[in-house]
């Protein structure tokens, strides 16, 4: 469905119906009006029924992990577009090798192909949540039965469903058609693409303008909900985002980029005004407390690694800072989680190497494999059982199934190439995160996508601080070192200047948030050509049996190369526009290169 079909006014009913499963706390919303009859006169007669149109806009928000109701490129995600994930799914559908790694993809897809971008504007759920925002805001004076303090609250809250819908379309597109209203069937449909500098400006305050309304937590009954620590964890990312390299420069990444894509001039400013909101931020957080990361029980490595998991996994948690729902239960997740869906994701050994030994040194870009000198993944423990003792940072193991772990069936993860069940299609690792061991350990275990968590705000506020200050200052490193102490870690060696302190904080970034949607979108802002074209790699592993290995020889391999590896073009940091929709002659035009 195009953007502006979804813009015509039809039955509120028809999407609002479709928020049956979405649920704030443990309390349901009452049932949907009869679909014979439904106005907004009797939508907004009572402040259940006005918070179902509330909901619809909640429900549409962008979701990291394949579900029925929002699936992008092909059911795969957006770490198959990274250095840190290879798609070997061979399917018509699959995104990423049909249309990314091919170098396939245009703004005249065919109707096999379309749909299955990264994002295709105009046909996302970001103008439902929009629309259904603004039908919100404007028709909130008619509810008779809350207080301005409740009214005033769900506005902000409506408002920032339209933030987060905006920022999503920014961070891929650039300058976009902001609507600041809901579009009516008789309004002419002349909306001009604005700048990057005024979407940017709109978003921030629009978010402002929610702030001083919503509350800084919410209570378990409302989990879910907007809150303030959200809305100002989301004013830093879109900063940090604007401020970064590709769009903050004198030099504009393509040259056929314009003001519709990027800043075009540098502006030191920028960078103190993402400062400014980390600062924003961290005083609310000193004043109102609550939010922190989740700890472990106990100093030891299983222990840091389940803290991790409640923190990205659990609804609830007091590091989530907003959080998005498409479903209650574990079948939400079935695209991603179900066994052959599996095998489509795999990490690469680039990713694996990142994470560093368990005290927090780093692992050596030569190490060898063939002859290591130290257990890469686990030491035998001496009971002949896998998958023995750790040896590295504990997120490694959450977020990758690495040789000798245990994975979701309780069994070694086939992995090794003399598993019973290894498939050689793969890189020798598959994705764990969302995954979990067990499958018990999934059954009522409500789901979600934990769209910011407070470790991304610390680390980019230690970001904004280095970049403002031009080198790392003792908050910054405490942001960082905040993040890795959860896990075990060491500190940051001290002494690092501004670019040194820029790369330990970016792969920090790809440590924590493995399936986030971070990656991508930091690869793009700061325009990491060397991460787009590097030679990417695979591990083959044998065990010293099938079942229950706990010894392993290596071997690395090289992954096929991408399209962007042999012909680089930075046209591919943001999305075409799909030339039917600049065809609309409604305002959109094409980003450049495309």
């Excluded at 079948?331 to 368990?358: I, K, Q, S």
């Excluded at 030569?366 to 130290?374: A, E, L, M, T």
């Amino acid at each position: 469905m195009k953007v502006f079909e979804l813009l015509i006014l039809a039955s509120i009913l028809m999407l609002i119906s479709s928020c049956a499963d979405i649920r704030f706390g443990d309390a349901g919303l009452s049932k949907a009006p009869e679909s014979s009859g439904a106005t907004i006169d009797s939508l907004f007669s009572s402040i259940q029924d006005a918070d179902k149109v509330l909901v619809a806009a909640y429900s549409y928000l962008p979701y990291c992990l394949p579900v029925d109701s929002d699936t992008k490129l092909g059911d795969n995600t957006l770490e198959s577009l990274t250095d840190l994930q290879q798609s070997v799914r061979n399917h018509v559908s699959d995104g990423p090798r049909n249309l990314y790694y091919n170098g396939a993809l245009n703004s005249t897809l065919s109707s096999q192909d379309a749909g299955n971008e990264a994002y295709r504007f105009g046909s996302e759920n970001d103008y439902r949540a929009i629309r259904y925002g603004w039908i919100f805001i404007e028709n909130a004076h008619r509810i008779p039965d809350i207080t301005d303090e409740v009214r005033n609250r769900k506005i902000a809250e409506a408002k920032m469903c339209i933030a987060i819908a905006y920022s999503n379309m920014m961070r891929y597109v650039g300058g976009i058609p902001v609507l600041d209203h809901s579009i009516q069937v008789n309004e002419e449909m002349k909306f001009p693409r604005w700048t990057f500098s005024d979407t940017v400006d709109w978003i921030v305050d629009l978010i402002d303008s929610a702030v001083p309304y919503l509350p800084w937590k919410v209570d378990a009954l409302e989990d879910g909900r907007m809150t303030r620590a959200g809305a100002l964890g989301l004013k830093l990312r879109v900063l940090c985002f604007a401020a970064s390299d590709t769009f903050n420069s004198d030099t504009p990444y393509h040259p056929q980029a314009t003001e519709y894509q990027c800043y075009m001039n540098y502006d030191h400013g920028r960078w103190e005004r993402a400062k400014d909101a980390a600062d924003e931020f961290m005083k609310e957080w000193q004043e109102n407390g609550y939010y922190d990361l989740v700890q472990p029980e106990e100093p030891t490595h299983m222990a840091r690694r389940l803290a991790y998991r409640k923190g990205y996994y659990d609804r609830g948690m007091c590091e989530t800072l907003i959080s998005i729902r498409k479903g209650y239960d574990v079948g939400t997740h079935y695209r991603f989680v179900d066994y052959n869906a599996r095998l489509y994701a795999c990490p690469t050994l680039n990713w694996a190497n990142m994470y560093p030994w368990e005290d927090g040194t780093d692992f050596p870009e030569d190490f060898d494999w063939k002859n290591p000198p130290k257990q890469p993944f686990f030491t035998p423990d001496g009971s002949g059982n896998p998958p023995g003792i750790p040896t590295r940072d504990p997120r490694l193991y959450e977020n990758i199934a690495v040789p000798g772990d245990i994975y979701a069936d309780g069994t070694v993860a086939p992995v090794h190439k003399n598993h019973p069940n290894y498939k050689p299609e793969g890189t020798g690792f598959r994705a764990m995160k969302y995954v979990l061991q067990d499958e018990d350990e999934r059954s009522n275990r409500p789901v979600h996508w934990a769209y910011l968590r407070l470790p991304e705000v610390l680390l980019s506020a230690a970001e904004a601080y280095n970049e403002a200050d031009g080198a790392p200052s003792a908050e910054a490193y405490g942001f960082v070192n905040r993040v890795r102490a959860r896990v075990g870690l060491s500190p940051l060696p001290e002494g690092m200047d501004k670019m040194a302190f820029r790369k330990a904080v970016l792969k920090e970034r790809a440590l924590e948030f493995g399936y986030e949607e971070v990656r991508w979108f930091d690869l793009v802002r700061w325009g990491m050509k060397d991460d787009f074209t590097k030679t990417l790699y695979g591990l083959y592993s044998t065990g010293n049996e099938q079942n229950n290995p706990t010894e392993f020889t290596f071997e690395p391999f090289e992954l096929p190369k991408r399209h962007w590896a042999i012909i680089w073009d930075s046209k591919w940091y943001l999305a075409p526009i799909p030339k039917v929709e600049i065809d609309k002659n409604y305002g959109m035009t094409q980003n450049p290169g495309w």
